[in-house]
């Protein structure tokens, strides 16, 4: 990266440290949430998955709401506003911890509070990118859309450590706690930055980009299944095989997304998204078909980085096809980067809970690589498009003791 290219990054510094910020909140949850409600609670899987999934599920359907805001109100208040609801995320956790006598109403709490994180999500993730794209130009929203993904994924493999060693000294009231006062430590960070204006161009109708981007947007939901299983149900793998270290899963995963992003990222570009995007899913494919079978957590972790590889690369190469012509240009920059993987990942882990609860009741009968697998489908038309253009036993599984790490 040369001079000229860090300095047209630098605006956007402050947005991309609040984004890593804001979502550590939900990395923190990763690794816990499972045990949480397969142990603590007693759920069995499918629970698991609709919890897990609930929070994807709110991010999708309060997406058009947090474009309005941004468009109305501005990208600022968006964002302060998807802290607010990070938080207050927290405070639910802490009222789901009061019912455990009641583990069936603990369930329903808990899922509130993962409805109002989704919605936090949605309205951060649109706020960062609207502000950001205001920041740097439209002629620069690749870039915006980049760093803001790099910061996501980054909290995502800091957070799963930092909640795993959290659960181990506080249990779960040690997860809502951090919930209530990281957003409200992002959101110190928020006000003292100066707003920008909402944007005057006339946005073009949630349909009307629907129908320019569904075909690639159906790509990128179907490689977005990995991710959806990973979050859902690696802790549950780890805890049926007696393994530790669940959380090196997501700091692997989110390295291996950020490296591909920073190294690789100029491919789609160069090379066509679609044939990127084709190679990557397939990468992708093969990591969860080692997660799937694997004997050993050594070859778990093997393919959490190919999976991570391959979907950070896949989503360029889905986004640069969905933003191939004109027409679609000027409003898919919002939509295409977010909206479809919360598509998927809102019901993948129910999806993917299906078989692990009706046949040996073991994580092993999960294989999202078949769904990873469809996303190839999606891209033939693609392809000729672009070339005409603790002690408790939760603890043990997590590789922690009351002490620390095991």
Not at 194 to 209: D, G, H, I, N, Q
Not at 357 to 364: G, L, M
């Amino acid at each position: 990266m040369n001079i000229t290219a860090i300095g047209r990054s630098l605006p956007l510094l402050p947005i991309t440290v609040v984004v890593f910020i804001g979502f550590l909140t939900m990395g923190i949850a990763l690794p816990i949430l499972p045990l949480h409600v397969h142990h603590t609670l007693g759920m069995g899987e499918t629970v698991v998955g609709v919890v897990a999934g609930s929070q994807f599920a709110a991010a999708l359907l309060s997406r058009v709401k947090a474009g309005i805001q941004c468009d109305v109100h501005g990208a600022k208040r968006s964002t302060e506003i998807g802290l607010l609801a990070a938080a207050l995320s927290g405070v639910i956790y802490f009222v789901s911890l009061l019912l455990l006598h009641a583990p069936a109403a603990s369930v329903v709490v808990l899922i509130v509070g993962r409805l109002l994180i989704g919605c936090a999500e949605s309205f951060i993730v649109t706020g960062a990118l609207t502000w950001g794209v205001a920041l740097v130009g439209p002629q620069n929203a690749g870039k915006a859309i980049a760093w803001v993904g790099i910061a996501m994924y980054a909290a995502y493999a800091v957070g799963a450590p930092l909640g795993v060693s959290l659960y181990a000294h506080y249990d779960f009231a040690g997860i809502a706690g951090a919930t209530v006062l990281i957003p409200l430590a992002a959101l110190a960070c928020v006000m003292p930055l100066a707003s920008v204006a909402p944007p005057t161009v006339r946005r073009a109708p949630f349909y009307k980009v629907i129908g320019a981007v569904w075909l690639p947007g159906l790509g990128l939901a179907l490689c977005s299944v990995g991710f959806g299983a990973i979050t859902a149900f690696i802790a549950l793998l780890y805890s049926n095989k007696g393994w530790g270290g669940t959380s090196l899963i997501f700091t692997i995963f989110g390295a291996a997304f950020i490296g591909a992003r920073i190294f690789f990222s100029h491919l789609p570009d160069k090379i066509g998204g679609a044939k990127v995007a084709l190679v990557c899913v397939l990468i992708e494919a093969a990591g969860q078909f080692l997660i799937w079978q694997a004997p050993s957590p050594e070859v778990a972790y093997l393919g959490a980085a190919l999976t991570g590889f391959g979907y950070s690369l896949a989503f360029p190469g889905f986004g640069v096809e969905a933003c191939g012509s004109p027409r679609r240009k000027a409003a898919a920059w919002r939509w295409a980067p977010t909206s479809p993987s919360s598509t998927s990942l809102s019901d993948s882990p129910a999806r993917c809970s299906a078989p692990s609860a009706t046949a040996s009741r073991s994580p092993r009968s999960i294989s999202p690589a078949a769904w990873s697998c469809s996303a190839p489908r999606s891209l033939r038309p693609l392809s000729s498009r672009h070339d005409q253009r603790l002690l408790r036993p939760e603890l043990v599984d997590l590789g922690v003791t009351k002490t620390g790490y095991a």
